[in-house]
């Protein structure tokens, strides 16, 4: 089908020159440190020799459900990564990969080192948590990626065997097993692999995953008697499978549930299975999902996931952020799904929400060398919660690796004589506008500063739209073409400011986006935040560390009307913007041993000190919060 | 060992009368109506009946591990009731039931009705989780109570052979077995056995399953290998045996760890052996573990164990609310461990804990009809978690039955010509003074007012010395003997008050302890309690629920300087003080579908109404809250 009137369609990655002070260094460190060690961690523990079908682990190595994926998301890393950063040496490294992933392809299509090797009897016997589709997937992502990078059809060629299998074992046809998997991830996969190859095959077997989900009598239950087993088991462990969106339909959900990178990535292809065939149903529970969960259910950060009993959802307004489990890969999926919701309708509310995700409860997952990371991203500490180097199940890593190397292609979308700006990144895009080449150019500090400079290049005068988006945080927000100064009320429509005239070379769009420091307040109906403020300033989330204040964090409180000023320190962490300010700290002293006393608690005044949320736990150890008590 | 400069024995029950009108109708629906319907749950789930080895279950009956010890309970509660209320009925219930378990106890005197039936193979196997000798103590503690309320050795001469059976099985001389039970409770058991029976093997064995508890190499390891098990699981299950408070031994123990009512019982245990044999070891490892439980880990209701997942402890200062799990067999724990502490040493930190859980986080656990309980006894709820009528693993109806029942010898102690008020109730008990028969008698209205009038009854004059609690929440107390002031600050120690003089019939002291609402704090380091208050009057903590406020309690915030005052409402909850106040609520009007928002909160003022905790959940269902934010 053709593109609905507020569909566009994202930069394609190669087009996109990222050259910040922000973003760059993330996505170099990420490039000559992040990637090749997760290379050297897989390579130890045998996820990458384990695609040599023969191989025999060795001491601290095993074959796992989980491994290929793991790789698949580095092979797509690395070939996001080539597509703007050519390098040998990676590139000889994809080639060995990608090599020893084709040769452990069985004849028939199927490819997955764990099943071939350690349980051949079993393959498809257990898609509730078998993960084998949820692996396919990944592979199906990494071929496209690989090819869009290479050109080469080595590992695409290997994609398209095992899908074309795929679908001759799944579907609603009589002999096909009417499966999904439990792990939702092989849909958007699909979809991804008909757009690179055009053959709709591919989508129809996407879409038939997604309409198979949650139908009733459940596929879990049969598969589990035909392993012989009660299927009450799995049943009461996953909540009658709305652990993996599988109660109900997916036309008839309401609420996000269960899992939460389960749901993103669920979520992300139903909003493509919308936007390819216009489906209402599909449309409608994704919007109501949406709903549900930016309205109630997403951290300030941009992280998701309450608790890690389930890795998922709890209930509405159920934010705790001691215990927040808002997972490196939740994060990673809701940016996904923003960036689909996006392309299908030019609102800002998905911008903001893949904003806050990006700067926020993504960014803070890795070190700022790039060696260590976070699987789970909480919004306080103790002290006790760390970036570790590698995880036994080591899906978030290589997940970072690739969000960070595609970037660019979340900053810009065109269609036809249409352009949009989402992200304010310094560095440029070459969009094609009906034809015709244009740049558009955008020289910023952001996110340390909000004046953003957007110049247009382009052989000739050509009338376009270009949209700007006004971020949902920024209040003061001015703008002007060309030295003229532009009414944004009038012109915002969705978030986005529009402006169409004939664009001539050197014309500018000079968008300025004050930073105060501002205090948020979450609804009070999320318990764990009331009476409490955040502080934000631009897209960042700011957060106490122990090491940068006079008292434990825990223990301070902000007054309502307290001074607090923002500036930048360029020898802390790379360089960032601090806020400080006076504040008050409650003492111990005269405590002695009690628990509960009836006096009022002693406060001392006190400066504090909060630096961006992504860059806690990077020096020394101590208690952190993202939620400051007010009063006074 | 003869009795420390300190220590006492507390009043036995048959010689307390409790007649106020706070505990004594609880007291009555206790034995009218909950012991009644323990035992018809009991009979209907199998527990009674289990007794017969030859029994068949029938529908929805099974035995199980834990189900002696619920009966066990329950014998004690009944034979504990009938010692101050004499009841055929209850009385013949009773002698039904013993006569039961009586005839389920093997020739080798072994007694357990899910060992003996369904694997006799296996006894001992699996001490750390098989509670075999958790059910032994809790048989020896019913059989004890049961030879002190009817004088027949029926049952005690069971529990002897039993002991005598275990004693043989048990201990550090070559051929017995070196084990001790995963769930502490055999080990108080064993002291009431010597104390009623005077044979000292019984406390000796007790004594060895304190000492070789911790010990290294485990025993559960070996337990274990042996029965063909990897002991790596167990371990990693109970955190290297922290569960059971055996990583180390009780002797190097200074933090309380593990499981809350493991936990209680071994410390009660451990108390005792502190007061039979004066070990200085012991008595250390008590005092910093009551300390570290006392001033970092107890819930302001007087709940221990703040979560789910290991129904325990955590890290200091952890002590969420709504999810707290402080069980009621923990909190009851804790009274009796805090009853031993307080007759080794007469001091009010003990008895200010043990009226702390008793009036809150035990008396909340079951509703006022005597109907149904509480497990868990949260400090916040969403209106979702109520009492239930029974449950599968219900170990704490029994329990609350048998300490509501055997309330009366928690409120006096007494040693030679010294006697002491632990709890102020109205009623009396008689006391033996060195040979000479003393009454004394309360005359008071508390918890609700906090004028206690004690009157002495002696039939010749005598001197002796009298101890009164001045409770740790009574600022400003009072106290005249006789109608002569006498000044507290002098003669304060300890907490207590003591007055020595020649006493004559009717001779009086006035205590007054004035009860104003306080706003009560959590320590600073208790996260989730910073920036709030809790409302205490007396020894009640008060909570908010959603039916007598404006709002959901979870969004009212107390204005530090609000005014708040109590009054007496008759038709309430049988009759209770409530605190009303001025406070303000925030409003989510203009949120609309927002999360986080950077304007200030909009406050309305309202009125807001606090009932005690202990009867929250006896209407409709709502939110409630204990820890109210501060602010304005």
Redesign the interface.
């Known amino acids: 089908m053709s593109l609905g009137e507020e569909q566009f369609e994202f930069a394609a990655l190669e087009n996109v020159v990222i050259d910040d002070a922000f973003w760059a260094p993330r996505m170099r460190v990420n490039r000559e440190i992040t990637i090749p060690l997760q290379y050297d961690r897989m390579k130890a523990t045998g996820r990458i020799d384990g695609f040599d079908l023969n191989w025999t682990p060795g001491e601290g190595q095993r074959r796992h459900q989980y491994h290929d994926s793991d790789v698949a998301k580095w092979v797509e890393a690395v070939s996001c990564s080539l597509m703007t950063h050519p390098d040998p040496k990676l590139d000889a490294l994809l080639n060995e990969v990608v090599d020893l992933i084709a040769g452990a392809q069985l004849p028939d299509g199927y490819l997955n080192t764990y099943y071939s090797v350690m349980e051949p009897e079993n393959r498809w016997t257990n898609l509730y948590d078998g993960h084998e589709l949820y692996q396919a997937g990944h592979l199906i992502e990494a071929a496209v990626a690989h090819f869009r990078a290479t050109g080469k059809t080595s590992l695409l060629d290997v994609a398209r065997r095992y899908a074309d299998y795929i679908d001759r074992v799944f579907g609603p046809e009589p002999g096909k097993k009417r499966g999904y998997c439990g792990h939702p991830e092989i849909e958007l996969a699909l979809v991804k692999l008909y757009r690179a190859t055009g053959s709709d095959r591919y989508l129809k077997l996407s879409k038939y995953f997604v309409d198979e989900r949650g139908r009733q009598p459940y596929y879990y239950d049969a598969e589990a008697i035909a392993r012989g087993q009660d299927p009450s088991g799995q049943r009461a462990k996953s909540n009658s499978y709305e652990y993996m969106q599988a109660r109900i339909p997916i036309r008839e959900q309401r609420e996000i549930a269960g899992h939460a990178v389960m749901a993103m990535y669920l979520y992300s292809a139903v909003s493509d299975l919308v936007r390819e065939f216009g489906d209402e149903g599909l449309s409608s529970a994704c919007h109501h999902v949406w709903?549900n969960l930016?309205?109630?259910r997403?951290y300030?950060h941009g992280g998701v996931g309450s608790t890690r009993s389930n890795e998922g959802f709890t209930?509405d307004y159920d934010l705790p952020n001691?215990t927040a489990y808002a997972e490196t890969c939740a994060a990673i999926g809701l940016v996904f799904w923003a960036h689909r919701m996006l392309q299908n309708d030019c609102d800002s509310r998905y911008s903001d929400v893949m904003e806050r995700a990006l700067y926020n409860g993504f960014l803070s997952s890795y070190s700022l060398d790039g060696t260590r990371f976070f699987y789970e991203n909480r919004l306080?500490s103790?002290g006790n919660h760390h970036r570790q180097e590698w995880f036994w199940c080591a899906c978030c890593p290589p997940n970072y690796a690739r969000l960070m190397a595609s970037l660019g292609q979340y900053v810009y979308s065109c269609r036809g004589t249409e352009a949009a700006i989402h992200l304010y990144v310094q560095g440029s895009v070459r969009l094609d506008m009906s034809g015709r080449g244009v740049t558009l150019r955008q020289k910023t500090k952001y996110p340390w500063e909000g004046t953003v400079r957007v110049s247009v290049e382009t052989e000739k005068p050509l009338v376009f739209g270009l949209r700007l988006r006004i971020p949902g945080?920024a209040?003061e927000a001015m703008l002007s073409v060309s030295g003229k100064q532009v009414d944004i009320e009038e012109r915002l429509r969705k978030g986005y400011v529009r402006i169409e005239r004939e664009w001539s070379a050197g014309d500018t769009v000079e968008i300025d986006l004050p930073m105060p420091v501002?205090?948020?307040?979450?609804?009070?109906?999320?318990?764990a935040d009331?009476?409490?403020v955040?502080l934000?300033r631009g897209p960042l989330v700011y957060c106490l560390e122990e090491i940068d204040n006079p008292a434990?964090p825990?223990?301070i409180?902000l007054p309502?009307n307290s001074k607090i000023s923002a500036q930048f320190e360029s020898g802390l962490l790379d360089g960032v913007v601090v806020i400080e300010g006076d504040a008050l700290a409650?003492?111990?002293a005269g405590?002695n041993?009690?628990?509960?006393?009836?006096?009022?608690?002693a406060l001392k005044p006190c400066k504090i000190k909060a630096i961006p949320y992504y860059a806690w736990d990077n020096r020394q150890p101590g208690q952190m919060i993202v939620w400051l008590?007010?009063?006074g």
């Not at 501002?518 to 318990?527: G, I, K, L, N, Q």
């Not at 041993?593 to 608690?601: F, K």
Request: without cysteine; aromatic residues 8%.
């Open positions: 709903n930016t309205s109630k997403l300030v209930t001691e306080a103790l945080w209040r501002e205090r948020v307040r979450a609804h009070p109906d999320v318990r009331f009476g409490r955040g934000q434990p825990h223990r409180i309502e409650a003492d111990d405590w041993e009690g628990l509960y006393i009836a006096q009022e608690r008590t007010v009063g």
